[in-house]
């Protein structure tokens, strides 16, 4: 089940990315007295009582033509399209204005549910200046204070209320939902297509070209699988500047849904930064990933073109040390035959489980080649291990003391469970618990 998405809009330096970092409970989005300040849309998860959902913070919508005013709005637009539910904040000391007034026409023509935010009544004597925001036609306003924190609690109410009802999707447990996720253009819905052996998904070399995330299943040498191809961000008709920020709200969606992550780098541009971007999204959420090189065709080979560009990745995506990379060519099909088999391999890892004798024989191994440090004169003691869960495969190690449990020991320790037992394209967790 997917997790249901808010967008927070209004108008800029009313406290929007305060009420962000005050709903996820940290400092992400910056947080400055300047209009503007906050120009791309953050993304983070949130929790209220026993729901969790995302949260996207957006550049205030301005209105003129300067170039930045007009990006801004299309940010916040796309932040629109894609929430479930929009808390539309407005500032109790400036009353309505022209400003408000234009962002509640955009937010009519969504068919959206909006929650009206009256942000800054720091004290109950400022409640009385909440009246007038009744005239905008979102019903009831609720009066907010980002800086102390009050009465988010009712807002937040307010906007779960209003969660579209989560359906469970029907698809066989031993079916393997992969995504794919990277930049615009850069050849996800040829790849498709080319895994599919039909014209499933639209093709174009414009950036943007997917409307929507398409969910399309197939079989392969007696395997069921289920592709998730995320969308493009090009809506009524408008390609959106800087199209590549504008990916990552859907790859999220994706992203969630996924047994796999497939993270696709053009060949023939290079990495780039929103590539790690993008890509660190699916290894937050633990998921099974897979670096998908595609392009292969486009570059020019010698001998060691193919170790210089792995070399590359590895280097740049540090993170992702346990994911293979896959070469290929959508548009050729040359070495499309080598993706499949790396995607069951990384499925089958991802919910991988080992016996708990076994697991604590590697570790016992581990503890006499690697004898663990000491730290202010305490040694770390390692009891007993054992695999709580699977996707992603995790593990309680029992010692005597957890702050002992330096993460240079951890990562030692994680080599060698993987030395032990593969677990190739999925990431592993490890965390350390005082035996009782």
């Known amino acids: 089940m997917r997790k249901s998405v808010v967008a927070i809009v209004g ?12 709903l996820v409970g940290e400092r992400i989005s910056i947080v400055e007295d300047t209009p503007g300040v906050t120009r791309d849309r953050i993304y983070a998860e949130a929790e209220w009582l026993t729901t969790t959902f995302n949260v996207i913070d957006t550049g205030g919508i301005e209105l003129g033509d300067e170039p930045l005013l007009v990006q801004m709005r299309a940010q916040a637009q796309v932040a629109i399209d894609e929430a479930d539910v929009i808390i539309f904040m407005v500032n109790s000391r400036d009353g309505i204005t022209g400003a408000d007034e234009e962002v509640a026409k955009i937010l009519f023509k969504s068919n959206k549910p909006v929650v009206l935010a009256v942000n800054k009544v720091d004290n109950p004597e400022m409640r009385e200046n909440i009246y007038e925001f009744y005239s905008l036609g979102f019903g009831e306003p609720f009066p907010i204070s980002g800086t102390h924190g009050l009465g988010l609690g009712d807002m937040l109410d307010e906007v779960v209320n209003h969660f579209p009802e989560q359906v469970q999707e029907e698809i066989e447990d031993d079916t393997i939902r992969f995504s794919l996720i990277g930049r615009p253009n850069v050849g996800k819905s040829s790849l498709v297509n080319s895994l599919l052996g039909q014209e499933r998904v639209i093709v174009s070399d414009i950036a943007g070209t ?8 197939f079989s392969k040498d007696d395997r069921d699988f289920v592709i998730i191809d995320t969308a493009g961000m090009r809506k009524r008709g408008k390609v959106y500047e800087s199209t590549e920020k504008y990916s ?10 996924s047994d796999v992550v497939l993270t696709l780098i053009d060949a023939d541009t290079g990495i780039q930064e929103q590539d790690k971007k993008i890509a660190g999204y699916a290894h937050e959420a633990g998921k099974a990933v897979i670096i998908v090189v595609n392009k292969w065709d486009t570059v020019d080979k010698g001998e060691k073109t193919m170790k210089e560009f792995e070399d590359k990745v590895r280097s740049d995506f540090r993170f992702l040390d346990y994911a293979p990379i896959v070469f290929l060519s959508a548009k050729t099909k040359k070495r499309i035959h080598t993706l499949l088999p790396k995607v069951l391999e990384a499925s089958e890892n991802h919910a991988k489980r080992v016996q708990t004798n076994i697991l604590n024989e590697v570790i016992m191994d581990a503890l006499a080649m690697n004898p663990s440090p000491s730290i202010k004169g305490q040694k770390l003691k390692i009891f007993y291990a054992t695999q709580v869960s699977v996707k992603p495969p995790s593990f309680v190690v029992f010692v005597n003391e957890p702050e002992l449990m330096h993460f240079t020991y951890e990562r030692f320790l994680e080599n060698r469970i993987r030395e032990a037992f593969g677990f190739e394209g999925t990431p592993i967790k490890i965390f350390a618990r005082k035996r009782s």
């Open 11 to 22: 108008r800029p330096n009313i406290g929007k990315s305060t009420i962000f970092n005050r």
């Open 248 to 257: 990552i709200i859907r790859a999220l969606k994706a992203i969630e849904r």
């Open 210 to 217: 997917t409307r929507d995330a398409i969910d399309t299943p």
